[in-house]
């Protein structure tokens, strides 16, 4: 069996970088791999610490396509990989982005070993980056792993290597029978959002939606917002939501929530507009709880929603008011029931850590 490397250059903790610690963790229990992240996610990581070799990449390494400074960090960090860390013949990179594919790809070329990139956003691929980028990647790229089928199916249209679909998997447990909350309990729908408060996931409209449930619809609805920016370029996203809210008694800002369970307990729908979800770990969370979605048309969602267990709108979000209204005004307390079981069901059964764990260790049996 080859050694293993896994790889993570970024300096924030995200839905892709808590994957990536997933991921390290199940190459770390079943096959001889150390893994290299970038500091700043040091206290994030469980991982046992000899199997850990930690190295500061400053953000401009991270950034190295909008920072021309970055190339030369990458220059000293490859070298530094290459010649600090000791790599058999046919090593296995396991990289978690496009940086640690760069990293990597020296030691590649020296040591003939292999490159699987874990791709988290084909549509952040598709609209950020230039053809030399792509060229690059394709040069060096054994495996790409992605998330749906939907996303290897674009992926087949840029790169011609081997293609694996690792969808993730919920880190909570479903939950066991029945919810306990009867859906529209105390006379109102109580939607929520959890996640970064960023521009792409359009919270806006969400905001938008529960005012024109209750001021147009006659819907008594409430937004709970948890969540905060990841990026200081955020801030004044959220500064514009916090005016666009008005103050509104019917609109909640938790921040951080430490605790999904809790929060996915007290909703009747999340919601989840995002500009083009790849996958949407969130909703798989929700779903695992019983909480039926509302969500916009994304590569994800069209797969996570399969059979009727939620709502899904176009990316246009044309007339959603008068979707959401009729979609939960038809809806039955034991219709919302039966939906609530089959989002459990669906989320336990094919989204399993067995089953995330089993497909990583294929891709590296292959070899």
């Known amino acids: ?6 790889l993570s250059m970024s300096n924030i903790l995200g839905g892709a970088e808590r994957v990536g610690l997933q991921i390290a963790d199940v190459l770390t229990r079943h096959y001889r791999c150390r893994s ?5 996610l040091k206290s994030h990581c469980q991982l046992p610490e000899p199997s850990v070799s930690w190295m500061h990449v400053p953000t401009a390494m991270v950034r190295i396509a909008r920072n021309p400074l970055g190339i030369f960090y990458y220059l000293f960090a490859s070298l530094w990989f290459v010649f600090r860390h000791c790599h058999g013949r046919g090593t296995v990179y396991y990289c978690n982005d496009i940086e640690s594919v760069f990293l990597a790809a ?12 874990h791709m988290h956003d084909i549509y952040k691929l598709e609209k950020r980056s230039n053809r030399i980028v792509l060229g690059i990647l394709a040069q060096f790229t054994d495996v790409v792993v992605c998330l749906t089928g939907r996303n290897a199916l674009r992926m087949s249209n840029l790169f011609k290597c081997r293609i694996e679909v690792v969808p993730n998997f919920c880190r909570l447990a479903p939950l066991r029978g029945e919810r306990e909350r009867g859906f529209r309990q105390d006379g109102e729908v109580v ?19 529960v005012q024109a449930l209750n001021e147009e619809y006659g819907i008594k609805a409430r937004l709970r917002i948890g ?11 959220q500064k514009e939501l916090s005016e666009l809210s008005g103050g509104a008694s019917y609109i909640e800002w938790l921040g951080p929530v ?3 369970v809790h929060f996915f307990s007290g909703l009747d729908f999340l919601l989840s507009l995002s500009d083009n979800e790849p996958f949407g770990l969130v909703i798989l969370e929700a779903l695992s709880q019983g909480v039926p979605v509302i969500s916009s048309e994304g590569d994800g969602p069209l797969e996570l929603l399969e059979g009727g267990i939620g709502l899904l709108v176009t990316q246009s ?3 959603l008011p008068m979707h959401v209204a009729n979609f939960v005004e038809t809806l039955c307390d034991e219709d919302y029931r039966a939906i609530s079981i089959a989002c459990i069901n669906r989320a336990s059964k094919l989204y399993s850590a067995q089953s995330f764990s089993h497909r990583i260790c294929r891709i590296i049996q292959n070899f």
């Open 106 to 117: 020296p030691a590649k070329l020296l040591y003939r070993g292999k490159i699987v990139w």
């Open 227 to 237: 969540g905060t920016p990841l990026y200081e370029s955020d801030q004044p996203y």
């Open 258 to 260: 430490s605790d999904p």
């Open 191 to 209: 939607l929520g959002y959890l996640g970064q408060i960023t521009r792409w996931k359009r919270v806006d409209i969400a905001i938008r939606l």
């Open 317 to 319: 979000k044309e007339n």
């Open 36 to 40: 290299l992240l970038n500091s700043a």
């Open 1 to 6: 069996m080859p050694a293993i490397y896994f």
